[in-house]
């Protein structure tokens, strides 16, 4: 009996994107041209991520996972994995200008982390190469708690980073991650960005606390995208106890074009 394909990676940085509201995108848009835009979007997500040096692991519905030095790259795999997803943000906005109107408001959100992985084939028909560990799942944990076209990483990828590039980091603070508790994470640019994020406007009542903050990213030669974080704090009284559940909801809004100053 053959042994099973496995290997131990040490240090690693794990990627994943995720369509923003595919459900709903399922719905409004024909089948065929469904597939066609995913096939466009995440064939030239494997061209870039083959130029670039980053592994594809798999696609899961609308979601494109990808892993950096576990071939190549063991020494800035951190580099590699975050200028991927410079490029696939450019990438997707490019796509969207040669399809159908419902996929003009598309977007991704993306989740990256570093840390050790394992890796190997399993299964014994339609074999994949893939990948396990808390690594991945921290990774996917960002994606999900992240924003529509935000680049959303931990401290673990950050203090990766050579010191010889240039990147905007904004510190997010610390966020829940499910089976991690509070994270404190970061959302990264390029240099060239330029980050404006309003005041923060709270509305309060007797059963809620609502916090609204807008963030403006305008990158040169991409789009410009606003995006609207809306928290809600719903405070609740049970038996003498006070408890807290918070809701969070994000809208986006893609310009095409920078404001102009007047």
């Known amino acids: 009996k053959k042994s099973p394909i496995a290997d131990a990676y040490a240090s690693t940085t794990v990627l994943f994107a995720d369509i923003v509201n595919f459900t709903v995108l399922s719905t409004q848009a024909r089948p065929q041209e469904l597939v066609s835009f995913l096939n466009k979007v995440f064939s030239a997500f494997d061209t870039l991520a083959i130029r670039i040096g980053l592994e594809k692991i798999k696609t899961v519905g ?48 993306i989740g990256i982390h570093s840390g050790p992985i394992v890796a190997g084939v399993i299964g014994l028909n339609r074999f994949l190469y893939d990948i396990w560990g808390d690594t ?41 991650l499910k089976g991690k508790g509070n994270v404190s994470t970061h959302f990264i640019s390029p240099v060239s960005a330029i980050t404006q994020q309003e005041e923060p406007k709270k509305v309060t009542t007797d059963s809620t606390t609502t916090t609204i903050t807008s963030t403006t990213v305008v990158t ?24 807290s559940t918070t809701k969070t909801e994000t809208h986006t809004h893609t310009i095409s074009e920078a404001p102009t100053s007047s």
């Open 136 to 176: 991945v799942n921290t990774a996917s944990r960002l994606e999900s708690s992240g924003l529509p076209a935000r680049i959303h990483i931990s401290d673990d990828t950050l203090n990766l980073l050579s010191k010889n590039e240039e990147y905007t980091i904004e510190h997010r603070g610390e966020v829940y």
């Open 220 to 243: 040169p030669d991409g789009p410009t995208v606003v995006v609207d974080e809306t928290k809600t704090k719903i405070h609740q009284s049970t038996c003498g106890h006070d408890t």
């Open 62 to 109: 609308d979601c494109y996972m990808a892993a950096a030095g576990l071939f190549s790259h063991e020494n800035d795999h951190a580099q590699v994995a975050v200028q991927f997803a410079y490029e696939i943000l450019e990438e997707l906005e490019n796509i969207k200008k040669t399809e159908p109107p419902v996929f003009s408001h598309v977007n991704i959100r």
